[in-house]
């Protein structure tokens, strides 16, 4: 495996390098990812950012994993797009709550014109809480990118979600290429960058590694890499699929850290249905930040009081607005 360039940082990884990390002992794994994670921030913080689902359901998209696309039946009731105020109410309160970044997650292909205004103005709503912003809309054009940055937005979230060769298993209505194009089209305006993928899919190691090979091969690194557990649901395909070995999706965190050293990772579905036990563990193997709230953008998430105490029984603090190192 080639050595560690001065700054940790490479692009130049590969799948064999990536399942020599997953391959490790699970000690070895963690001490180096956790290395690699001091280097760049406080293993003390993490950091909270609070998701809402803004526009839900009725997705033409069929994600195998999504209780959100119209290709399930979940019994979701599809929702129009929610007024700015009510949007912004809610992120008041998400404020109040102590999250410092707001993400709001819109159940389309493709965000249309006229919606991306209303979008626009959630955004320049959400900051002037003094709230970063985030916003997941599914595929943008360049001008739409554009857009979102002369409002403000301070991250846009896009996954590739596993590897290419996996891919076609879960997502059959837009394909890899089309989620990098989006990506290149954000990465453009300086938007900062959030894209990770989504584990416990019935995906083998081999496509955990070469998911992450993808991820960090992106230059810059995504700033924010989110690692999703699968939160199964009933009427997906994917509900019923075997469950991940939680050790496993530690490993997943880790490997990402090391390949990734810069980026804030952050462990995000799935929390609800996790041990505190792992928990611990992802934070021990890198991951820095963390969706608190009730809710996620349709499944439950950890109640408020069981993250107070879990950070309390760890000592975590909460990282303060910009946790990120910067774009690597
Ligand atoms: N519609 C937009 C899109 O797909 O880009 C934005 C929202 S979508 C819900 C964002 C990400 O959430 C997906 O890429 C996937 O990684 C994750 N996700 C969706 N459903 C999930 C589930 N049931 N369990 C875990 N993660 C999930
Ligand atoms: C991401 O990677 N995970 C978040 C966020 N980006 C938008 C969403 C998780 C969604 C989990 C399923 C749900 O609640 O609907
Ligand atoms: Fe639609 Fe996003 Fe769900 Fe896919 S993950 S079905 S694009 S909401």
Not at 46 to 55: E, G, P, Y
Not at 136 to 150: D, H, I, N, S
Not at 280 to 301: E, P, Q, R
Not at 312 to 327: H, N, T, V, Y
Request: include cysteine; proline fraction near 4%.
């Amino acid at each position: 495996m080639p050595l560690d360039n001065d700054t940790g940082v490479r692009h130049d990884w590969t799948k064999e390098d990536a399942l020599s990390l997953f391959r490790m002992p699970f000690n070895d794994l963690i001490y180096r990812a956790q290395n690699a994670h001091r280097r760049y921030f406080d293993a003390n913080q993490v950091q909270m950012s609070q998701l809402l689902s803004v526009k839900t359901g009725g997705c033409p998209e069929d994600c195998g994993y999504c209780p959100q696309s119209s290709s399930h039946d979940t019994g979701l009731k599809a929702e129009k797009l929610m007024a700015v105020d009510d949007v912004l109410a809610a992120a008041r309160q998400a404020k109040d709550g102590g999250a410092t970044r707001y993400c709001m997650g819109a159940a389309w292909r493709n965000p249309k014109d006229s919606d991306l205004e209303a979008v626009c103005a959630m955004i320049e709503g959400v900051r002037a809480l003094g709230l970063e912003s985030c916003a997941t809309l599914g595929m943008l054009t360049a001008p739409q990118a554009e857009r979102l940055k002369r409002s403000g937005l301070d991250y846009y979230n896009h996954n590739l979600d596993t590897s290419e060769e996996f891919y076609g298993q879960i997502i059959t209505t837009r394909t890899y290429q089309d989620r990098l194009d989006t990506l290149d089209n954000i990465r453009q305006t300086g938007i900062k960058v959030c894209c990770g993928g989504i584990v416990g899919l019935g995906e083998t190691q081999d496509d955990r590694a070469a998911m992450l090979v993808n991820l960090a091969s992106l230059d810059p690194h995504p700033e924010s890499v989110p690692v999703n557990m699968l939160v199964q649901v009933e009427g997906t395909p994917l509900d019923g699929v075997e469950d991940l070995d939680s050790l496993e999706f530690v490993r997943t965190i880790a490997a990402a850290k090391i390949m990734m050293p810069a980026s804030v990772i952050r462990l995000s579905a799935g929390r609800e249905q996790m041990s505190d036990e792992t928990q611990a563990l992802c934070f021990l193997a890198g991951a820095g930040s963390i969706f608190v709230g009730d809710k996620l953008l349709t499944t439950d998430n950890p109640e408020k009081n069981k993250d107070v105490s879990l950070f309390e029984r760890l000592g975590i603090r909460q990282a303060p607005a910009e946790g990120s190192a910067g774009a690597a």
